[in-house]
């Protein structure tokens, strides 16, 4: 079974630019996460969709950041425009949660590494 | 809000050496704990987990115990190998609420063993 699958690997744009990531999640789970890695920091929640419904999105820092799940199955994340503190590695993981009380595991992807010059 | 601090690092051990990476956790209620592993140019593998006071997980020689009167959930190896140089996160994540799929993580140690 293959895993969670991100793209690109590396994204190296320039400010003002326009950056889409790609995530496509295990095949069955109905829960897509994505999380940011900024300067060696800690790893950040984004946002949470169940399906193609977002259930959680308090971790989007700004307008500038659009996710979209449509037919929940694979994810994007559009950076536009980009900054350079958007800099970072991005990344997804899904899992097979039913409902609030469940604690499943979240697979994660490989990351795409982002660089806004 | 819910933070997770781990012990600075780098930490760099010679083979069969100890290992601890300490992490302390900052939450309300009782959230579930996981360390989570990153190899080089790999995504992040759970390595073990403990959803209650007092649990301990284990995986792959590693350990830990859910404290929740010290609210620590400390990684211990007995005998570490070149193999375990990896990147380690420590994480919580509570159930219920809105936020319930949101996992808070540490800022990561970077464990390097030398033969």
């Known amino acids: 079974e293959a895993g969670v699958t991100q793209f690109p690997s590396h994204s190296v744009i320039e400010k003002g630019q326009t950056v889409t990531l790609r995530c496509d999640p295990i095949s069955g789970h109905d829960n897509l996460y994505w999380y940011r890695r900024v300067m060696g920091k800690e790893i950040k929640f984004l946002l949470h969709f169940v399906k193609e419904s977002k259930q959680d999105e308090s971790g989007m820092p700004n307008n500038r950041f659009l996710a979209e799940r449509t037919g929940g199955t694979y994810s994007t994340l559009k950076v536009q425009p980009a900054e350079l503190e958007d800099s970072g590695v991005y990344f997804c993981?899904?899992?097979?949660?039913?409902?609030?009380?469940?604690?499943?595991?979240?697979?994660f992807g490989p990351g795409t590494r982002l660089t806004v010059l | 809000g819910d933070s997770v601090t781990q012990m600075e690092g780098p930490v760099t051990l010679s083979e069969e050496a100890f290992l601890t990476i300490n992490c302390t956790y900052t939450a309300t209620g009782y959230p579930s704990l996981f360390w989570y592993v990153q190899y080089p140019g790999e995504g992040l593998q759970l390595l073990l987990k403990?959803?209650?006071?007092?649990d301990k997980g284990s995986n792959k020689g590693f350990e830990a115990t859910y404290r929740k009167e010290t609210t620590s959930f400390h990684l211990e190896k007995g005998s570490v190998q070149v193999s375990d140089s990896a990147v380690y996160f420590c994480a919580l994540r509570r159930a219920g609420g809105t936020s319930y799929g949101k996992l808070t993580f540490g800022q990561g140690t970077i464990l390097t063993v030398h033969p």
């Open positions: 403990a959803t209650k006071a007092d």
């Open positions: 993981a899904s899992s097979q949660d039913r409902g609030r009380l469940a604690v499943n595991e979240q697979f």
